[in-house]
């Protein structure tokens, strides 16, 4: 079946430093991929998504370009700030079919940075 | 902008009560969800309603009925629930799917906590 999975966290990061989450997905079917942030005791946000292979989404200096000869969707960010301290989830969902609604959501990566 | 409403953010409720969680969204989707999330997990999908009938139950028990009276609302009934069942519940609304799929957004989330 459909899965996603993300790297091991937390991941604890000094403010300015490089992020990478890894994030690899099956290859059913024709997936969107998205990067979803959670901050703390909030519900979640659109990060952003790519829609068909080498497409890159791009957000708050945050990127991920979708790959399909690896099956990845890596998380990047090159200098990160304590405000970017938050829950990361990498999903994929089908185009329509019976599979209409349903993201598969990776297990979340914690990120926490310090100043 | 984005925008999928809830309310309440916190609910507190005995197991014999009755209460209702309610979410709006006014992106003119057609695709309504409930998902579910404990702490530090990703969420579950619970139901999807299209077009304003429900599609999708993921065999979620009778003690959550959803809701849909208008292409706008989502409501979910809650009766005579668990400790368990405490958990944040996501509203979350997305386009018609299609070629390359849909994106799904969601709201900030209503806070459950049954005692």
């Known amino acids: 079946g459909d899965s996603v999975t993300q790297m091991e966290g937390p991941v604890t990061l000094s403010e300015e430093a490089f992020l990478t989450i890894n994030c690899t997905y099956t290859a059913t079917g024709y997936p969107s991929l998205f990067w979803y942030v959670q901050y703390p005791g909030e519900g979640l946000q659109l990060l952003l998504k790519a829609t068909k292979a080498d497409d890159k989404g791009s957000n708050k200096g945050f990127e991920a370009t979708y790959r399909k000869e690896t099956t990845s969707f890596h998380l990047e960010k090159g200098s990160v700030q304590v405000s970017d301290s938050a829950v990361y989830f990498c999903?994929?969902?089908?185009?329509?079919?019976?599979?209409?609604?349903?993201?598969?959501f990776g297990q979340g990566t914690i990120l926490t940075v310090h100043p | 902008d984005t925008e999928v409403t809830q309310t309440p953010k916190h609910l507190v409720m005995g197991m014999t009560n009755k209460k209702s969680l309610k979410c709006e969204q006014h992106?003119?989707?057609?695709?309504m969800y409930w998902y579910k999330q404990k702490a530090k997990k990703p969420p579950e999908l619970m139901f999807v309603y299209s077009y304003e009938k429900l599609s999708i139950n993921e065999s979620v028990p009778s003690r959550f009925s959803p809701e849909c009276p208008n292409s706008s609302l989502l409501n979910l009934h809650l009766h005579a629930l668990q400790p368990e069942d405490s958990a944040l519940y996501l509203c979350a609304s997305s386009g018609p799917t299609g070629v390359g799929g849909n994106t799904i957004y969601f709201g900030e989330g209503s806070w459950l906590t049954v005692v």
């Open positions: 999903a994929r969902i089908n185009a329509g079919g019976t599979s209409y609604g349903k993201l598969t």
């Open positions: 992106m003119g989707h057609r695709a």
